[in-house]
């Protein structure tokens, strides 16, 4: 077994590749991206905790995406599920079969889409699977029943699920020609993705600070070491003379 100090080595390791995969794939490199999420698996996995791996599995299969390989993402979430059950996370689990709900939807296979989602709900209602579950039904023309998830997941404190439900109850009623309603889900719509975007600009004015501020410290850091290795040099110079 690993010594306590020896794995939280390696948890630090497992993060900074974990973290150095979402800043490539934020950038759009995605195969730089994937070699740290693999890096990140084959670390985690020499760790105790299997359940750790749920999550460069799960980045994996949404970088495959992102580059449009479908079976391979299909494959690493497949993964990820099966540690969910596993350890009974019905949270984890949720979130994935959600994911794999929508890689049918990409895929066009709306029946396995549904099925997937269904699942989901019944492992966790929560607004973002409501909200998907109303979209799947706008896509196959149930519109009375896509109103009742959408309409359920705009209640929801959930800023993301509450601007995508405005944003289909719109189009549910512009393809019913109901243009009054269309056009107030409309407005509804615009609010919550100002919001959002609002949201999206602080967090991005708030990680260049943090940039900043760790460019500073770095710096320090560098110069405090540069001044310690240059007192340490003047201190042996001055044993070596003394001892002359």
Not at 132 to 141: D, H, M, P, T, V
Request: hydrophobic share 35%; with cysteine.
């Amino acid at each position: 077994e690993m010594s306590a100090s020896l794995v939280g080595s390696e948890m630090c390791i497992r993060d900074s590749y974990f973290d150095l995969g979402a800043i490539y794939k934020k950038q759009n490199l995605y195969n730089k991206a994937m070699d740290m999420y693999r890096e990140c698996y084959a670390v985690t996995k020499a760790l105790d905790d299997s359940s750790l791996l749920f999550f460069p599995c799960r980045e994996l299969a949404q970088t495959h995406l992102l580059k449009h390989k479908s079976d391979s993402a299909l494959s690493y979430y497949q993964q990820a599920l099966t540690i969910s059950q596993k350890f009974q996370n019905n949270y984890w689990e949720a979130n994935i079969l959600n994911d794999i709900s929508k890689v049918y939807l990409h895929e066009g296979d709306t029946l396995k889409a549904n099925n997937t989602i269904d699942f989901a709900i019944r492992k966790d209602s929560s607004a973002t699977n409501i909200s998907l579950k109303g979209q799947l039904l706008y896509y196959g023309n149930q519109m009375d029943s896509a109103r009742f998830y959408l309409k359920k997941s705009c209640l929801s404190g959930n800023l993301y699920s509450k601007t995508t439900g405005y944003l289909y109850l719109y189009k549910v009623e512009k393809k019913a020609g109901n243009h009054s309603a269309a056009y107030a889900y409309n407005d509804s719509f615009n609010i919550y993705r100002d919001s959002i975007i609002k949201i999206q600009q602080h967090q991005k004015i708030e990680e260049l600070s943090t940039q900043y501020a760790l460019a500073i410290q770095r710096k320090e850091i560098e110069a405090e070491n540069r001044n310690i290795s240059v007192s340490y040099t003047h201190l042996r110079a001055h044993e070596t003379s003394a001892h002359l």
